[in-house]
């Protein structure tokens, strides 16, 4: 054991002093190294040895991005960033990830998120290796032109990295639709031909798939529904509450959700169609809040005012049955709730926030954006909430149905709504499966965030191991 963590500790330092000052990556790093410890200790096998393999990305691509800023007076200034793509780990198929426009980005953001991806899309079984990328860009308050422009130049530094069967980009903060119609737009004038397959997230007008918009928030609630239909392993839950649950499944269940953007909005809508009842909806200037729960009405609202209006929820503080917290955060608060559905951004429960959901009867925990929760956090929850399901188990519902999007490119096909649900609950209730079945062959049962972690390292190091890249 002793070599074990002596072990760890050096492949952590190797790694930082080869990534410094790369905060976020590091964390997602050592998030699922020190997680996979009891994996280390109890296998025949050396698969520590292999870590420092997998957690060096194979490539990554920098370029220029420049675009204009339109000024009053028609004074015109261009601006210059820096595009990333951070190709991965390709050992399960093309590239895989989103790209993310947005003023945090940096080279350990987009980094973190691919490092994550790679297990994430590890998890859904499907052919997609990890990558993640994006600039420092923000939409919010900008014209059509000065959006349209930022994807076209963006889309000059990347088109020569891509394609169909190379690496596969799709959406993520800052780009939904619009941006993706854009970038593929571009990608196509520059290449002089088109191909549906190199990017996804696309319109249903131009091979884009049904239900994607709404896939990470739907996949978000299936997996907490399949925990709470099978987990059993109840530690804190009375026995009595933890049997209504598995009867009962959402129904009535309170449920705080943060971020407004489509994995939330999409994440409440099916939480409201499975009788849950949504307490709270977010973005980065405050927090609304209803005490009996959102109506499906308010909700259409808050779509309404993000999608189309591309407003603050601050419009909505006079909304009869609302409460409006300016510069609060929903982990900020005291809300009494069962559920939490974390759907804003990295780092957005921290160790006060973990203490206060539990306060407030927080036993389930499910992670809708990526990496949201502090590793602190997270060793806190493990020991205060049942059920703690990762991010990349929880919000892989979006790039599951990205690769089924890329299997209807490839076989010139269209599935219907009912088709794509259908493979999409498939895919989640799986991942749940195989995270929890795994947790449970290493004696974790509890420990959903061992399972996930382990299912995912071990597919991938598998995959390395048969093709020769752990050999010399």
Not at 25 to 46: G, H
Not at 100 to 110: A, D, G, K, L, N
Not at 142 to 164: A, T
Not at 355 to 370: D, F, H, P, Q, T
Request: one cysteine or more.
């Amino acid at each position: 054991m002793a070599n074990i963590d002596a072990r760890i500790k050096a492949i952590t330092a190797d790694l930082k002093s080869r990534h410094p000052g790369q905060d976020e990556f590091m964390q997602a790093v050592e998030e699922v190294l020190y997680s996979l410890k009891p994996l280390f200790e109890q296998s025949q096998e050396d698969y520590l040895g292999s870590f420092s393999v997998i957690a060096e990305p194979e490539r990554v691509v920098k370029f220029r991005v420049q675009y204009p800023v339109f000024g009053e007076n028609g004074k015109v200034d261009l601006k210059t960033t820096t595009g990333y793509r951070v190709q991965f780990n390709s050992a399960l198929g093309p590239y895989k990830g989103g790209l993310r426009f947005h003023p945090t980005v940096s080279e350990s953001i987009v980094k973190f998120l691919g490092f994550e991806q790679i297990f994430k899309n590890a998890l859904t079984n499907l052919p997609i290796g990890g990558g993640k990328g994006g600039c420092v860009f923000d939409p919010k308050g900008k014209s059509e032109s000065e959006v349209r422009m930022l994807c076209e130049n963006f889309m000059k530094g990347l088109y020569r990295h891509i394609g169909s069967n190379l690496d596969v980009p799709a959406g993520d903060i800052g780009v939904g639709g619009r941006e993706i119609g854009y970038l593929y737009g571009e990608y196509v004038r520059l290449r002089g031909q088109p191909d549906q397959g190199v990017l996804t997230g696309k319109s249903v007008d131009f091979g884009g798939s049904l239900l994607r918009p709404e896939a990470t928030g739907y996949g978000l609630v299936y997996i907490t529904l399949q925990a709470l239909k099978h987990f059993s392993h109840f530690r804190y839950l009375s026995k009595e509450k933890s049997s209504e649950v598995s009867e009962n499944l959402l129904k009535n269940l309170r449920v705080l959700i943060s971020g407004s953007g489509n994995v939330a909005q999409f994440a409440a809508e099916k939480v409201l169609e499975l009788g849950g009842i949504v307490c709270s909806l977010s973005d980065s200037s405050g927090t609304l809040t209803s005490d009996n729960g959102f109506t499906r009405e308010q909700l259409k609202k808050v779509s309404h005012v993000k999608n189309n209006l591309r407003e603050r929820l601050k419009v909505l503080e006079n909304e009869s049955g609302l409460k409006y917290h300016a510069g609060k955060a929903v982990w900020n608060l005291s809300i009494k709730c069962d559920v939490a559905l974390p759907c804003a951004t990295q780092n957005e429960i921290r160790l006060e926030g973990a203490k206060k959901l539990v306060e407030n009867g927080c036993w389930c925990l499910s992670e809708g954006a990526n990496m949201p929760t502090t590793n602190d956090a997270v060793d806190f929850l493990k020991t205060k909430v049942d059920i703690y399901i990762p991010a990349k188990a929880a919000n892989a519902g979006g790039v599951a149905t990205s690769a089924l999007e890329m299997a209807q490119n490839s076989a010139r096909m269209f599935w219907t709504a009912e088709e794509v649900d259908q493979k999409l609950k498939g895919i989640m209730n799986n991942i749940f499966d195989t995270a929890y079945g795994v947790a449970q062959e290493y004696g974790r049962p509890w420990d959903l965030q061992f399972g996930a972690n382990a299912a995912g390292f071990l597919k991938v190091y598998k995959a390395y191991k048969h093709m020769g890249y752990l050999k010399f």
